[in-house]
Each structure stands twice: as structure tokens, then as C-alpha cells.
């Protein structure tokens, strides 16, 4: 059952705390993907992991790290978390042979106070 | 850089009615992007709908049909009758096949079917 899972669904931080945004597949899946999506701008590109400690910047990511050290899991780390970071997050994973379909989680809704 | 343009929602219409989701696209790398259709149901994280990868030619699931035209630049989405398990956010986005880049998005349109 080809799978994206995210952990947490829904959390709340303080501004200045760190945040840990977890995204497992079961696909065996050789790139991984976060996006964060808020009201207005559609879903925006915050990094890319093309294997095990393989990253790239997306077209956002000031104010975000990502660590992938086992293929089948990708984190989103905010270190110091702001109010502006509030939004919604989504993993995505893709095989290499086909980067464009991608395969998406539920999403983590936060909530930086 | 690329981008997609999608009907603006919420749309709302009644069960068994057509329901039409205007997409138009510009790509800025590529002169044949790959084209999608994501949606999003209450609750879960965008599943794919369709894809289309070769101009001219039309994909199709679930009872929706989009056609890739080059000429127009557009990936209109369509259904012939809808039904209220269709209420969900529908996604128009862009990908080049490209390692060092995602999908381009468009905002997502809000679709509404009352019984």
C-alpha cells in the first residue's frame, strides 16, 4: 500500500521554540519533497532530498533545515520557529524514474503563537 | 519562473450538473511541460487525479477529463455529472522533469456538490 505519512497532523508552538515536521514513505521513493502551503499562494517549494543526505534548497527555505538520513524518512526542522511560519506543511515523495508524480501526505497543520 | 492559473473558487454546483475547472499554464524552461491534476478531499493529503505528458492527447479518471493543448496553453478539467463525493479542492500543476525542482502549483479551487 503506497504510502506518505506525516507526524504531527497538528501543532502548536511559541515563537523562538524548535520544530520537528517527521514525513515516512513505504515506497522506497528516491526524492522527497516539502511544501508549505498558505491561503493565497498555493503550495511553495521549501526543499528537495534527492537520497540519503542528498538536499537542495527549494524556492523557500530561510528559516527551515531538513535531515534525511534513511530513505524512507524526510524531516522539516525550524529552528527558532516564527509567527510567519504558521502554515500548512505537505511531505510529497517521487520515484526517480518519474520525478513529477509525486505522491503526498495529509499534511501538518502549525501553529506558531 | 513557470506558472498556473486556475478558476478561482469555491465552486458550487448540484449533483449530476457538469462541472468545468479552467487551468492555463505558462512554462518558462520547457517548451512541453508535463501537466496534472491533483485533488485534495476533506481530511487527506492531494492524491493524483491525471496526467497528461504528450500535447494534444487527453487523460482521464474517475469521470474527469482534461485535454493538454498546446495552442491555448490550457489543462481544463471536466466532468459530464458530478456527485457530492466529488467535493474536494482540485489542483492544476506544472512539472518539467526536473531533479532540482517541484511541481509548480496552481492556488486550488474549492468544488461544492449539493444533493
Known amino acids: 500500500d503506497m504510502k506518505v505519512t506525516q507526524m504531527p497532523r497538528y501543532l502548536i508552538k511559541r515563537m523562538g521554540e524548535n520544530v520537528l515536521l517527521e514525513c515516512g514513505q513505504d515506497?522506497?521513493?528516491?526524492?522527497m519533497y516539502w511544501y508549505r502551503q498558505d491561503p493565497g499562494l498555493g503550495l511553495q517549494l521549501i526543499y528537495i532530498?534527492?537520497?540519503?543526505?542528498?538536499?537542495s534548497e527549494g524556492d523557500i527555505p530561510k528559516g527551515y533545515r531538513v535531515s534525511r538520513k534513511k530513505r524512507e524518512h524526510f524531516s522539516l526542522i525550524l529552528d527558532s520557529a516564527k509567527t510567519n511560519q504558521t502554515s500548512v506543511y505537505f511531505c510529497?515523495?517521487?520515484?526517480?524514474?518519474?520525478?513529477?508524480?509525486?505522491?503526498f501526505g495529509p499534511g501538518t497543520r502549525l501553529l506558531v503563537l | 519562473g513557470d506558472s498556473v492559473t486556475q478558476t478561482e473558487g469555491p465552486v458550487t454546483v448540484s449533483e449530476s450538473e457538469s462541472l468545468i475547472i479552467n487551468c492555463t499554464y505558462s512554462a518558462t524552461s520547457i517548451a512541453y511541460p508535463n501537466l496534472f491534476w491533483y485533488v485534495r478531499y476533506p481530511g487527506e493529503g492531494l492524491q493524483l487525479l491525471l496526467k497528461?505528458?504528450?500535447?494534444?492527447q487527453k487523460g482521464s479518471s474517475r469521470g474527469f477529463e482534461a485535454t493538454y493543448n498546446k495552442e491555448t496553453t490550457s489543462f481544463h478539467l471536466q466532468k459530464a455529472s458530478v456527485q457530492e463525493s466529488d467535493s474536494a479542492v482540485y489542483y492544476c500543476a506544472l512539472g518539467e522533469n526536473n531533479y532540482a525542482q517541484g511541481l509548480t502549483f496552481g492556488l486550488g479551487t474549492r468544488v461544492s456538490v449539493f444533493p
Open positions: 515506497m522506497s521513493h528516491e526524492t
Open positions: 510529497a515523495s517521487s520515484p526517480g524514474t518519474d520525478q513529477d508524480t509525486q505522491y
Open positions: 532530498s534527492y537520497d540519503v543526505d542528498s538536499n
Open positions: 497528461v505528458i504528450t500535447a494534444g
